[in-house]
């Protein structure tokens, strides 16, 4: 079945450092890519997402390219702030009886330092 | 406009006890999802409704899960009896379009702690 892999956390920075996380996928067809994040006492929100091969999301300073060859979805950051501590969730959307369901990776931790 | 809500925010009972969490989703929104993650991994999918209608309810662990959602409003998820790996945390997540939609809007979860 579709599956959805992420780099073990968790992932310590100091502020202003590049970040990466990765995402590989494995999945029938060609799914949309998503990327969700959860801050400390909230719920999950999307971050971004890409709906077909080639496609950059990006958002608040936060990017990743579908990569179809590759069955990657990596997340970057050119420089990360303490702010951005926080879970960041990897996701894929399959075609269930007609309906979008999400598939979500482990999750990656996130932790900034000033 | 309030976001999708949850309660309680975190639970411990003993195994074999019963507890039932509830999920207020987001006004008008005919999609309600509850997911649940076990010990920091993936988060997995457990059921789907639409409206008042279980779409999908394939990631039900076992018949001592039990969800409802009475009028396609508010939803509750029933453990009974709990065991000690249903600990984890369990999130609603509600969503509009016909499809299901892709743009999920989560609660912050509740915290279930079976001992």
């Known amino acids: 079945g579709n599956s959805v892999t992420q780099m073990e956390g968790p992932v310590t920075l100091s502020e202003e450092a590049f970040l990466t996380i990765n995402c590989t996928y494995t999945?029938?067809?060609?799914?949309?890519l998503f990327w969700y994040v959860q801050y400390p006492g909230e719920g999950l929100q999307l971050l971004l997402k890409a709906t077909k091969a080639d496609d950059k999301g990006s958002n608040k300073g936060f990017e990743a390219t579908y990569r179809k060859e590759t069955t990657s979805f990596h997340l970057e950051k050119g420089s990360v702030q303490v702010s951005d501590s926080a879970v960041y969730f990897c996701a894929l959307s399959q075609l269930s009886g007609g309906y979008n369901k999400l598939i979500f990776g482990a999750g990656t931790r996130l932790a900034v330092h000033p | 406009e309030a976001g999708v809500t949850q309660f309680p925010s975190h639970s411990v009972i003993e195994k074999g006890q019963t507890v039932t969490l509830r999920c207020d989703p987001i006004s008008g929104h005919d999609n309600l999802y509850w997911y649940r993650r076990v010990m920091g991994k993936e988060i997995k999918f457990l059921l789907h409704?639409?409206?008042?209608?279980?779409?999908?309810e394939s990631g039900m662990p076992n018949n001592r899960f039990l969800a409802e959602r009475t009028g396609g409003t508010y939803s509750t998820l029933k453990v009974q009896p709990a065991e000690l790996e249903d600990s984890g945390v369990y999130f609603c997540?509600?969503?509009?379009?016909?499809?299901?939609?892709?743009?999920?809007?989560f609660g912050s979860g509740t915290q279930l702690s079976v001992l």
């Open positions: 999945a029938t067809g060609y799914p949309s």
């Open positions: 409704f639409v409206k008042e209608s279980k779409q999908d």
């Open positions: 997540a509600s969503s509009q379009g016909d499809r299901g939609g892709w743009k999920l809007f």
